[in-house]
T-cell receptor, first 111, second 111 residues
Framework: DTAVSQTPKYLVTQMGNDKSIKCEQNLGHDTMYWYKQDSKKFLKIMFSYNNKELIINETVPNRFSPKSPDKAHLNLHINSLELGDSAVYFC??????????FGQGTRLTVV | RKEVEQDPGPFNVPEGATVAFNCTYSNSASQSFFWYRQDCRKEPKLLMSVYSSGNEDGRFTAQLNRASQYISLLIRDSKLSDSATYLCVVTSSGGYNKLIFGAGTRLAVHP
């Protein structure tokens, strides 16, 4: 069974479109994250939720809106996509400090 | 200055070699320290935690020097399968379990 699964794996879309990425974890963890890995391979945190409550919101454009319907799910909706949004987006979950399990990533390409 | 700094490499070493990676972090209040491994086009995975007393896991040894804000990873008897990017990770002091990643050090082990 996949511990952290995110869909879709690949997403190619045009500028200006709205898209969503879904993430689910079956580990029973309280904390979930979204990270962005850009073309330089730098992993940067975007959001973190603890038990459905937003606890970390880094400086991210408000076109990005996370939603956590329950503690096993954390989705990411992106409005008005821009070329600079092209990256790999990773969902992760953790229970203990620093020990995070990552999903396989969603490779977003905006054309 | 980046919060976590690593030499990007690449480190090209023959099988059987010993290789060491270093990492420095800027926030003296950082609480926990880890090494993650990321294979090409895959998600990051936890390799090992790093403790002040130093810790070993098979061929891998991690060290933390809090006074110098310096973390190291030593790999002995390198295998081809060790080829990957090694990410130095610290958690923030804010109590929100925020993982801060270095940009990674790339290792290529050749026959």
């Amino acid at each position: 069974d996949t511990a952290v699964s995110q869909t879709p794996k690949y997403l190619v879309t045009q500028m200006g479109n709205d898209k969503s990425i879904k993430c689910e974890q079956n580990l029973g963890h309280d904390t979930m994250y979204w990270y962005k890995q850009d073309s330089k391979k730098f992993l940067k945190i975007m959001f973190s939720y603890n038990n459905k409550e937003l606890i970390i919101n880094e400086t991210v454009p408000n076109r990005f809106s996370p939603k956590s319907p329950d503690k096993a799910h954390l989705n990411l909706h992106i409005n008005s996509l821009e070329l600079g949004d092209s990256a790999v987006y990773f969902c992760a979950s953790s229970q203990e400090s620093g020990r995070a399990f990552f999903g396989q990533g969603t490779r977003l390409t905006v054309v | 200055r980046k919060e976590v700094e690593q030499d990007p490499g690449p480190f090209n070493v023959p099988e059987g070699a010993t290789v060491a990676f270093n990492c420095t972090y800027s926030n003296s209040a950082s609480q926990s320290f880890f090494w993650y491994r990321q294979d090409c086009r895959k998600e990051p995975k936890l390799l090992m935690s790093v403790y002040s007393s130093g810790n070993e896991d098979g061929r891998f040894t991690a060290q933390l020097n809090r006074a110098s804000q310096y973390i190291s990873l030593l790999i002995r008897d390198s295998k081809l399968s060790d080829s990957a990017t090694y990410l130095c990770v610290v958690t923030s002091s804010g109590g929100y379990n925020k993982l801060i990643f270095g940009a990674g050090t790339r290792l290529a082990v050749h026959p």
